[in-house]
């Protein structure tokens, strides 16, 4: 079961009218989404996804509450295009909720999980050709180790490279327990007491099969080119890298410019046109009820002026 993350506070801090236009950039099973179309009967709400199974659930669970939405099967990196499309210019409030959903964890299949023996997948597009096992057998040394790095902020990623490569060149890696095996013997025995050693390999490997933050990045600050005067952008973000872009992004586009901060008074044109509103993380009763809330974090900003 899939359970929303800061779903009250980010229904909070959207700041939601009756009429609001709203997106939805990370659909998933409808958390957010259902309670945001209970609050806005006069509104719409356009909602992305590229998973077909979320789309079907999430249709079904939208369908009883309202007909005022659209599902958007495509990545949110094409926020702008697809509401050109609809000729929507701009709109009241945004909302991302960067967790992959829980059934998509859950559902062996899909590949996400180390706790879960499942073939090499990761595609949240499952109609995308690059998976984990194109990765997992495809990059070489100094690429695993790259985004191990980068991605997993990992700090056995040679080791583990290594020993991927070495296993891949005797017989394929094909599913996630082989994969987790081969982790587990690349790294000493107080890390594996610590936390599970494939987490971080594996939030690589998902990060770089589904092109995430580079992709975050475009969508956030389209989404801010998109958010009308009032309307606001809120952001939950499950790791550091996710929560380090949408940092420094609300910072760039909220500040004065460094060149003119100092002066007694800033003439109005150069005054930044959006202000942060604040960042939360889950309370603990929250993390009690789920423990996948005890990363989260939600940040929110709004756009003060044209």
Do not use: W
Not at 36 to 59: E, H, M, N, P, V
Not at 229 to 246: A, P, Q
Not at 263 to 280: A, H, N
């Amino acid at each position: 079961m899939h359970i929303s993350v800061l779903l009250e506070e980010s229904l909070k801090y959207l700041n939601l009218k009756d009429d609001s236009i709203v997106v939805d950039m990370t659909l998933g099973y409808g958390g957010h989404s259902s309670e945001i179309l209970k609050r806005i009967i006069r509104g719409y709400l356009f909602a992305f996804d590229q998973d077909a199974d979320a789309i079907k659930a999430s249709t079904e669970k939208l369908t009883k509450i309202s007909k005022n939405f659209e599902i958007i099967n495509s990545n949110f990196v094409n926020l702008k295009n697809e509401l050109e499309k609809r000729n929507v210019k701009k709109v009241n409030a945004i909302l991302f909720d960067l967790g992959v959903s829980s059934p998509q964890l859950d559902t062996t299949d899909r590949g996400f999980s180390f706790h879960n023996d499942a073939v090499l997948d990761m595609r949240m597009d499952q109609t995308s050709k690059l998976s984990a096992y194109e990765v997992v057998h495809n990059y070489t040394y100094d690429e695993l180790v790259n985004i191990f790095y980068k991605y997993g902020e990992e700090k056995y990623a040679p080791s583990i490279a290594k020993n991927i490569i070495k296993n891949r060149t005797e017989k394929a890696i094909v599913t996630t327990n082989e994969l987790v095996e081969i982790i587990k013997s690349s790294v000493p025995e107080k890390y594996k007491r610590d936390k599970h050693p494939a987490r971080k390999v594996f939030q690589a490997i998902r990060i770089e099969v589904n092109n995430e933050l580079e992709v975050f990045e475009k969508a956030l600050r389209d989404s801010l080119d998109l958010i009308d005067v009032g309307g606001r952008v809120c952001v939950i973000t499950f790791h550091s890298l996710e929560d380090k872009i949408c940092k420094s992004i609300f910072k760039e586009y909220s500040d004065v410019d460094k060149n003119l901060a100092k002066l007694p008074i800033i003439p109005e044109v150069y005054k930044p046109k959006y202000k942060i509103i604040g960042q939360m993380n889950a309370t603990l009763e929250e993390i009690k009820i789920n423990n996948r809330a005890r990363s989260a974090k939600l940040r929110v900003i709004e756009r003060i002026k044209e």
